[in-house]
């Protein structure tokens, strides 16, 4: 590398300063974009904070602004008064609907996958019929499988028609999950537990599930987030027994007290508590691997 060599010192100090990056000085641009996302946080996260604070005032407390007072008054009322609803029946019925739902997305999405790993004749009629509720209107989807049931002859209920009603919601994201997730399975791996001597169902069990685990976990928090907050396919077809959806909706009709906010703190802890503990499968997940290849 060549080396410019100044002979005035002063003409030196200027040169480094005309190349060296300004420190501490940033374009108005920045500016401009750091308060677009400000404002668009504030939008986003905002209305919930609102709830979240209103959520722990005392029995003096109202639906608005100023907060009175500081307790868990409201989500002790939201579990032992009548008066707010049946929320524990339909927190319950929630959680049990979501884990069925879960279970059945991730299984029939896995071996969607595994269907689809090799072409075949009119594989893609059968893609576009799997994800094509997504572009059907969710209350009129709702509406024609509680119809269904009816010409059945069979009542519509949180586990029969209102399952049926959210499976065709969380089964075409997880098989759009799960298709980008075994695009990136080697086939290699799976051929050297066949050449090992593994039957298929030992390579499906001890090579591809366990390589595709955060995949399955990625499917499974889909499925139940989604179950779990489905409001316009289960309005139809839920029967006599509201979920926690259709319960909090009934409740802004009779309800005016912060009880309706706690029970909006209390469904978002619950969504979090499932995210964190799906990252957290996943990380430990990835860290395991890490370890074995150490010591492979």
Not at 132 to 139: D, H, I
Not at 223 to 240: C, P
Request: proline share 4%.
């Amino acid at each position: 590398m060549s080396a410019v060599v100044v002979d005035n010192p002063e003409q030196g100090i200027s040169a480094r300063k005309a190349i060296a990056p300004s420190r501490g000085k940033r374009p108005w641009t920045f500016y401009v974009l750091a308060s677009l996302f400000t404002a668009y946080v504030l939008a986003l996260y905002g209305p919930m904070f609102c709830i979240y604070i209103l959520s722990f005032q005392d029995i003096r407390g109202g639906l608005v602004f100023p907060m009175k007072g500081r307790s868990l008054h409201w989500f002790i009322d939201l579990f032992t008064q009548v008066r707010t609803g049946d929320v524990k029946g339909s927190f319950d019925r929630s959680i049990k609907l979501a884990v069925i739902v879960t279970i059945i997305t991730v299984v029939i999405s896995f071996l969607a996958g595994l269907g689809f790993r090799r072409r075949f004749k009119g594989d893609s009629i059968v893609f576009y019929m799997m994800i094509g509720s997504l572009v059907a209107p969710g209350l009129v989807l709702g509406l024609g499988t509680g119809l269904l049931f009816q010409a059945l002859g069979l009542n519509p209920a949180w586990y029969s028609s209102a399952l049926g009603a959210q499976l065709s919601w969380t089964l075409p994201f997880g098989v759009l999950v799960m298709f980008a997730v075994m695009s990136r399975f080697n086939n290699a791996w799976d051929e050297a537990a066949r050449d090992l001597g593994a039957s298929r169902w030992q390579a499906i069990r001890l090579v591809m599930i366990p390589v595709l685990a955060p995949g399955l976990v990625a499917v499974a928090l889909f499925g139940f987030t989604l179950s779990y907050d489905e409001f316009a396919r289960t309005l139809q077809t839920a029967g006599s027994l509201n979920t926690l959806p259709l319960e909090i909706w009934s409740m802004t009709l009779n309800v005016t007290s912060p009880s309706l906010y706690a029970l909006g703190t209390v469904t978002t802890i619950v969504s979090f508590v499932v995210i964190g503990v799906s990252l957290g499968s996943i990380v430990l997940i990835q860290k395991k691997r890490g370890a074995q290849k150490i010591k492979g």
